[in-house]
């Protein structure tokens, strides 16, 4: 092996290291901080500042609190659609890392359209739902 490639290969492998901590620190970041909580400093949405719209993803914050904190219903209450969404990510993410077996590339495509459009309806309904329109 050259040395060329074994100083790649450390590279990589330190670069996951120290993704792995950062993941570690935001999450304890995140748990021991109430984004809710206005005194604490937490990014807000681009998609709802420049368009003013929440995006699937708004709540996302505090979704990632009560979930942290074992406040499932709450977590719930946050981001539905993030708390849907979830398993398929899970599994997505261990397909990454190599703890499952890989399914066919047109297989994944599907399921990554149907994910796509789960979360343009999501947005359109919680827009509308907010937007001030009557409701029946």
Same mark, same amino acid.
């Given at each position: +092996?050259?040395?060329?490639? #074994?100083?790649?290969?450390?590279?990589?492998?330190?670069?996951?290291?120290? &993704? @792995?901590?950062?993941?570690?620190?935001?999450?304890? @970041?995140?748990?021991?901080?109430?984004? &809710?909580?206005? &005194? /604490?400093? +937490?990014? $807000? *949405?681009?998609?709802? @500042?420049?368009?003013?719209?929440? *995006? =699937?993803? *708004?709540?996302?914050?505090?979704?990632?609190? %009560?979930?942290?904190?074992?406040?499932?219903?709450?977590?719930?209450? %946050?981001?539905?659609?993030?708390?849907?969404?979830? =398993?398929?990510?899970?599994?997505?993410?261990?397909?990454?890392? &190599? @703890?499952? =077996?890989?399914?066919?590339?047109?297989?994944?495509?599907? %399921?990554?359209?149907?994910?796509? +459009?789960?979360? /343009? #309806?999501?947005?359109?309904?919680?827009?509308? $739902?907010?937007?001030?329109?009557?409701?029946?």
């Amino acid at each position: +092996m050259s040395d060329e490639l #074994i100083a790649d290969r450390l590279n990589a492998r330190l670069l996951l290291i120290l &993704k @792995f901590v950062g993941f570690i620190v935001a999450c304890g @970041f995140i748990r021991r901080n109430n984004p &809710k909580d206005s &005194k /604490i400093l +937490m990014p $807000k *949405c681009p998609t709802k @500042f420049v368009a003013g719209v929440e *995006c =699937p993803a *708004c709540g996302g914050l505090r979704f990632a609190h %009560d979930v942290l904190n074992f406040r499932f219903v709450e977590a719930f209450r %946050d981001n539905p659609f993030l708390a849907l969404s979830a =398993p398929y990510v899970l599994v997505e993410i261990a397909r990454y890392l &190599k @703890f499952f =077996p890989e399914i066919d590339s047109e297989t994944r495509e599907r %399921d990554h359209y149907r994910l796509l +459009m789960a979360a /343009i #309806i999501w947005t359109a309904l919680r827009n509308l $739902k907010s937007s001030g329109l009557p409701e029946n």
